[in-house]
Nanobody
Framework: VQLQACGGGWVQAGGSLRLSCEVS????????IGWFRQAPEKEREAVGS???????YYADSVKGRFTISRDNAKNTVYLQMNSLKPEDTAVYYC???????????????????WGQGTQVTVSS
């Protein structure tokens, strides 16, 4: 299983970015995809997740601004980020977890495979 995250970049506060996570050798409707981020000198933080059934979960800090969606045909999950703030600056990672049952979406241990990160920088 491989995950390829892309779409990061630099944006001014209030702007938008869409991250993509292309997953290979993994069926989206049979597992979960999570988005995490890590800012310099901070711990990794869960951003959100989409379950095998398509249910989405979000951290309070991004709720209402970020949206997770997926395209099963392309085996790709998206993280649409709107109204970006400087505190959203971080390296963003996507991760895949096997299984279709209930899970604790914010725990890194729920995910079996991780992609490389993509940098998001939001300037004030």
């Amino acid at each position: 299983v491989q995950l390829q995250a892309c779409g990061g970049g630099w944006v001014q506060a209030g702007g938008s970015l869409r991250l993509s996570c292309e997953v290979s050798e993994f069926t989206l409707h049979e597992g979960r995809i999570g988005w995490f981020r890590q800012a310099p000198e901070k711990e990794r933080e869960a951003v959100g997740s989409i379950s095998s059934a398509g249910r989405t979960y979000y951290a309070d800090s991004v709720k209402g601004r970020f949206t997770i969606s997926r395209d099963n045909a392309k085996n790709t999950v998206y993280l649409q980020m709107n109204s970006l703030k400087p505190e959203d600056t971080a390296v963003y990672y996507c991760a895949a977890g096997v299984g279709s049952g209930p899970y604790l979406w914010g725990l890194p241990q729920e995910y079996d495979y991780w992609g490389q990160g993509t940098q998001v920088t939001v300037s004030s």
